[in-house]
């Protein structure tokens, strides 16, 4: 492309979503664990969850999320010029398992790379994706969100097990000149003190098993309440906007509580953020996606609006993307 025009705005031009086919009720789960529906939709708010089978991978759910997304931008495959794969969750310790979905997609030219940070992953590939379509490298960037949480869960322990699922969501990022539409603003954080409240304890450097997620819930929700009404605050603040003037909200979807207490502290209306973590569960780089691809599709985003994604996740990480539509 001419690097030559220098305004380059990175806009989304199609989104697309996977899930894998199993649905898993609260109710199933009463007949593994000690556990209850109710317990489990009052602390969470989640209802139900998608689970993996074993020919379900993170690589073939983001392939089939990546060819939705790339229909919907109405391109071809062969215009992919990037791939970046948010997940914690790869096929295999590598390839990345980007270049899997770039085989599946039957593209050879594009360059592609996962993104590591877990639940806030999304909102890094973006970035990423973003900076790559501004400096004038690419024109259309494929950013995934996709995860196999299940394959990490300790199905014994109640306290971790019930909150996630599987599932993924991409979109296509388009650089577009001459227009206001597109990404506004990224702001990322990670704060490596707080790695031990949820981690996977299990990898290639320090162990021969995969691990298994290990998480103090009350620890992470504290955190999570604080970093994500500041990143918001933070968005706010640089876009010189206020609270009232976004039109949607996109949460990363943890938890119904962590949900509600942030909009509680940041004073922002309930009916302006998209729910999914009733039917998803917590599908970490996944669910951002996920959660705009159900938002789309309701026809709920309209050409102008002003739309704010936020994630926090393990290591800690955090971060947000403005969007105006
Ligand atoms: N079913 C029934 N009882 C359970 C279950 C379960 N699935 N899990 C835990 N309990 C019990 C505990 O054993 C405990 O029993 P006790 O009082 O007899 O000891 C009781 O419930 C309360 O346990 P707490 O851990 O104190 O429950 P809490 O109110 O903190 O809720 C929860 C737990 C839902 C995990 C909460 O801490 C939370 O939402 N944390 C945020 C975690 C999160 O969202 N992590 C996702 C990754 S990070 C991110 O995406 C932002």
């Given at each position: 492309m001419d690097k030559k025009i220098k305004s380059y705005q990175s806009v989304i031009?199609?989104?697309?979503?996977?899930?894998?086919?199993?649905?898993?009720?609260?109710?199933?789960?009463?007949?593994?664990?000690?556990?209850?529906e109710e317990w489990i939709v009052n602390r969470t708010g989640i209802e139900e969850r998608r689970i993996a089978s074993d020919d379900e991978t993170t690589s073939s759910l983001g392939a089939e999320a990546s060819k939705i997304a790339i229909k919907?931008?109405?391109?071809?495959?062969?215009?992919?010029?990037?791939?970046?794969?948010?997940?914690?969750?790869?096929?295999?310790?590598?390839?990345?398992?980007?270049?899997?979905?770039?085989?599946?997609?039957?593209?050879?030219?594009?360059?592609?790379?996962?993104?590591?940070?877990?639940c806030s992953g999304f909102v890094f590939a973006l970035e990423a994706a973003d900076n790559a379509i501004k400096a004038g490298n690419v024109k259309n960037a494929l950013v995934i969100g996709s995860e196999t949480f299940s394959r990490i869960l300790d199905w014994e322990d109640r306290g971790t097990c019930v909150l996630f699922g599987d599932g993924a969501g991409a979109v296509v990022l388009s650089s577009k000149e001459g227009t206001e539409r597109g990404i506004l603003s990224n702001h990322l954080h990670s704060d490596g003190?707080?790695?031990?409240?949820?981690?996977?304890?299990?990898?290639?450097?320090?162990?021969?098993?995969?691990g298994f997620l290990k998480m103090d819930g009350q620890g992470v929700f504290k955190h999570a309440v604080k970093n994500l009404s500041a990143?918001?605050?933070?968005?706010?603040?640089?876009?010189?906007?206020?609270?009232?003037?976004?039109?949607w909200f996109i949460p990363h979807q943890a938890n119904i509580r962590i949900l509600e207490s942030v909009a509680k502290k940041v004073g922002l209306s309930q009916d302006k953020i998209i729910i999914t973590v009733q039917k998803h569960a917590n599908t970490s780089a996944a669910s951002i996606p996920l959660a705009l691809f159900d938002a789309v599709q309701e026809d709920k985003i309209k050409k102008g609006d002003l739309v704010l994604l936020e994630a926090m996740g393990g290591g800690f990480s955090w971060g947000s993307t403005l969007i105006r539509w």
């Amino acid at each position: 492309m001419d690097k030559k025009i220098k305004s380059y705005q990175s806009v989304i031009t199609g989104v697309g979503a996977s899930l894998p086919k199993s649905i898993v009720t609260n109710k199933d789960l009463t007949m593994r664990i000690d556990t209850s529906e109710e317990w489990i939709v009052n602390r969470t708010g989640i209802e139900e969850r998608r689970i993996a089978s074993d020919d379900e991978t993170t690589s073939s759910l983001g392939a089939e999320a990546s060819k939705i997304a790339i229909k919907n931008a109405q391109i071809e495959n062969s215009e992919i010029d990037l791939i970046i794969l948010a997940t914690a969750t790869p096929d295999n310790t590598f390839p990345a398992s980007a270049t899997l979905i770039q085989s599946s997609l039957g593209i050879d030219k594009c360059y592609a790379y996962d993104i590591q940070a877990v639940c806030s992953g999304f909102v890094f590939a973006l970035e990423a994706a973003d900076n790559a379509i501004k400096a004038g490298n690419v024109k259309n960037a494929l950013v995934i969100g996709s995860e196999t949480f299940s394959r990490i869960l300790d199905w014994e322990d109640r306290g971790t097990c019930v909150l996630f699922g599987d599932g993924a969501g991409a979109v296509v990022l388009s650089s577009k000149e001459g227009t206001e539409r597109g990404i506004l603003s990224n702001h990322l954080h990670s704060d490596g003190r707080y790695a031990d409240l949820l981690y996977v304890d299990g990898g290639p450097s320090t162990s021969s098993k995969v691990g298994f997620l290990k998480m103090d819930g009350q620890g992470v929700f504290k955190h999570a309440v604080k970093n994500l009404s500041a990143v918001i605050e933070e968005a706010l603040e640089y876009n010189n906007l206020s609270v009232d003037d976004i039109d949607w909200f996109i949460p990363h979807q943890a938890n119904i509580r962590i949900l509600e207490s942030v909009a509680k502290k940041v004073g922002l209306s309930q009916d302006k953020i998209i729910i999914t973590v009733q039917k998803h569960a917590n599908t970490s780089a996944a669910s951002i996606p996920l959660a705009l691809f159900d938002a789309v599709q309701e026809d709920k985003i309209k050409k102008g609006d002003l739309v704010l994604l936020e994630a926090m996740g393990g290591g800690f990480s955090w971060g947000s993307t403005l969007i105006r539509w």
